[in-house]
């Protein structure tokens, strides 16, 4: 990372809430072709969430602490805040003396934007606060939040506003926490209903949602130069197993999930 960092963009994208199986049985399928052609190998990375819920996962992440590895570690990280002892930071490890990546990023000069998706970047209270308050621009609306069907073209259509403003010579950190695998996302499914609920079908047609329209995204951000991407899930959720429904519990559908990262090369 350290030769990354100060040298290209980087694009941070949370699909939030995704299963890794869902995620990976569809790329073995083919209906996430988009997605599926810059994972490596073309699989997803099975890794272990560092929290349950989107608020814990994201301060880990942005302090450093991104999905790790399964398998015994210690797993090399790709950025670390300096903290004496720790086991995971490595010579390639892009290391600062800052609280969290946002903060270390825009001190080598990066603009540090964050397009917010779920309920904690809303800024619609204190708590909504403390994640979009990290960077220097930071955007929430209800056409980008988890009840709107077209959320994730919204997102999208503004990462193009954010970067076309940008000066050519202006390194860009941008962060998008994708909010439309997170409940509700029924409306993802044809003959879905409200009345029937989330089922583990919606959240794969939300997927495919997603997929349509991401390519548009890593355009957009390797426009001007070549971009690394980091695109992996918060967290993953339940729909029924074992008794249980939703995610913030110790389940193995929560705690598994999909990462990869990638260079999206820039113009030629």
């Known amino acids: 990372m350290n030769m990354v960092v100060g040298s290209d963009d980087i694009l941070m994208v949370t699909l939030d809430t995704l299963r890794y199986d869902v995620a990976c049985e569809l790329a073995a399928a083919g209906r996430i072709p988009n997605l599926a052609r810059h994972l490596p190998g073309g699989r997803w990375e099975q890794r272990h969430a560092p929290g349950s819920f989107t608020y814990a996962s994201h301060q880990a992440m942005f302090a450093g602490f991104l999905p790790t590895p399964v398998g015994q570690g210690p797993h090399p990280r790709l950025f670390a805040a300096e903290f004496g002892g720790s086991e995971s930071t490595a010579a390639g490890t ?13 001190s080598v000069g990066y603009h540090t934007a964050c397009i917010g998706g779920v309920g904690f970047f809303n800024r619609r209270g204190a708590l909504g606060s403390v994640l979009p308050d990290l960077f220097a621009e930071a955007h929430w609306s209800p056409d980008l939040g988890v009840t709107s069907p077209t ?19 202006q390194r860009l950190f941008l ?61 993953g959720t339940t729909y029924g197993e074992d008794g249980y429904t939703g995610h913030r519990l110790g389940h193995p559908a929560v705690w598994t999930v999909p990462y990869a990262h990638f260079f999206l090369e820039g113009p030629r």
């Not at 892009?94 to 825009?106: K, T």
């Open 94 to 106: 892009f290391v600062f003396p800052e609280a969290n990546i946002v903060a270390g990023l825009a």
């Open 151 to 169: 959320s994730f073209e919204a997102q999208t259509d503004l990462a193009a506003r954010i970067v076309d403003r940008l000066p050519a010579s």
């Open 175 to 235: 962060f998008v926490n994708v909010s439309a695998l997170h409940q509700p996302n029924w409306f993802h499914a044809d003959g879905a209903t409200a009345a029937a609920g989330d089922t583990r079908a919606t959240h794969a047609a939300a997927l495919e949602y997603v997929d349509r329209h991401i390519g548009r995204l890593f355009d957009v951000v390797s426009s001007r130069r070549r971009c690394f991407a980091i695109v992996c899930s918060d967290h």
